[in-house]
């Protein structure tokens, strides 16, 4: 499968579900959706896990929060990275 880079976090163990699950957000933060609401119908994933991931790439500056409410994610330029191949 192809992840996004920025699906791979530091500060975590990463497998595989949750590579997949980042790399949804990922592609769905550069194809324009900027709440969690918009990810969750583009990606069929739940609010919950959206927000779980969302947070987690937060710490590592790959998204950051924009705005109270509506609050908007956004890709970091270290989000914005190109896509690269891991795994099979």
Do not use: F
């Not at 699906?7 to 949750?18: E, F, H, P």
């Not at 957000?25 to 896990?49: F, H, P």
């Not at 705005?67 to 896509?83: A, F, N």
């Amino acid at each position: 499968m192809v992840y996004e880079s920025q699906a791979y976090l530091t500060l975590i163990r990463n497998v595989d579900r949750g590579l997949r699950t980042r790399t949804l957000i990922i592609k769905a933060l550069k194809s324009g959706c900027t709440s969690i609401g918009e990810v969750s119908k583009t990606t069929g994933l739940k609010y919950q896990t959206i927000l779980k991931h969302i947070k987690k790439m937060e710490e590592e500056g790959i998204v950051v929060k924009r705005g109270e409410k509506p609050v908007k994610w956004l890709l970091t330029d270290r989000g914005q990275r190109s896509i690269l191949i891991y795994g099979t």
